[in-house]
């Protein structure tokens, strides 16, 4: 009876194991998870409610020269891809679920990996118009003037 049982249990568990792959993949490949792992700008309309930040971005300044990646997530290969799942994981449910927050916002992690990339990309013009602004526990808000450059006018 003991054989029978863990052989039942056994059978019984690969076989939610296997659907639960299935389905996680099935997943991936339907809500295009693979593209996030580009550095494809369009990877970011998968999810129709990021649609006017795209077209903002499209007509902004910044596009010739920066794409979401450059500015939305820390550079280093770890942290990049691991901001990726976090991002990725919290967008997913909170547009499968409809509970964010309308029009979208940052949190104040993902402000703070944006800032450090202004700094990143802009640090001789700060140089020169900020002298002395490089201190290490000095943050520029570049957004507080500058929100609208990386995705252009908010209507």
Known sequence: MRKFFNYYFGTVLAALLGLFAGVSAYTFYY????????????????CHVMREQFDGWQ??????????????????????????????????????????HEPIEMKSSSTNVVLHNC????????????????????????????????HGPTK
Do not use: W
């Open 31 to 46: 809500a295009k998870g693979y593209s996030y792992l580009s550095n494809d700008p369009t990877a970011c309309t998968n």
């Open 59 to 100: 007509k902004a300044t910044h596009h010739a020269f920066a794409t979401c990646n450059d500015c939305h997530v820390p550079q280093t290969l770890a942290m990049k891809y691991y901001t990726k799942a976090e991002h990725g994981y919290r967008h997913s449910a909170a547009f499968t679920l409809m509970n964010f």
């Open 119 to 150: 700094v990143r990309c802009h640090s001789g013009l700060i140089r020169e118009l900020h002298p002395g602004t490089n201190k290490p526990n000095e943050q520029l808000d570049c957004l507080n003037c500058h929100r609208s450059v990386g």
